[in-house]
């Protein structure tokens, strides 16, 4: 069973930045796609971002685009979030999530078949 364990959410102002991080216990972690999906309170849980396997290819939701950063380790078997810039429609708990099959992108969160706990991210106005 992977294991997914997030770390680095926290109480920020607005215009404060972030940085996520997510390690998994896959052993292959460099053969599959990382995504990172929040769910803001009263609200469903929505894709962020997601890094291909090389690292090579990132996506972006329209409302983190330009601010947040995408990137990856696979020597640490890491997943990372830079959040910059975070305005208080940011606040959310934010997971981290990984296939549990090599694939290519996809924001359906139905896909992605290992979640970490979650992070609560939480920008003060």
């Known amino acids: 069973q992977v294991q997914l364990v997030e770390s680095g959410g926290g109480l920020v102002q607005v215009g404060g930045s972030l940085s996520l991080s997510c390690t998994s216990t896959e052993r292959a972690f460099n053969r599959y796609i990382m995504a990172w999906f929040r769910r803001a309170p009263g609200k469903e849980r929505e894709f962020v971002s997601a890094v291909m396997n090389d690292g090579r290819s990132t996506w972006y939701s329209d409302s983190v685009k330009v601010r947040f950063t995408i990137s990856r380790d696979n020597a640490k078997n890491t997943v990372y979030l830079q959040m910059n810039s975070l305005q208080p429609e940011d606040t959310a708990v934010y997971y981290c999530?990984?296939?549990?099959?090599?694939?290519?992108?996809?924001?359906?969160?139905?896909?992605?078949?290992?979640w970490g706990q979650g992070t609560q991210v939480t920008v003060s106005s």
């Open positions: 999530a990984q296939p549990g099959r090599e694939m290519f992108f996809t924001r359906d969160q139905s896909t992605y078949t290992y």
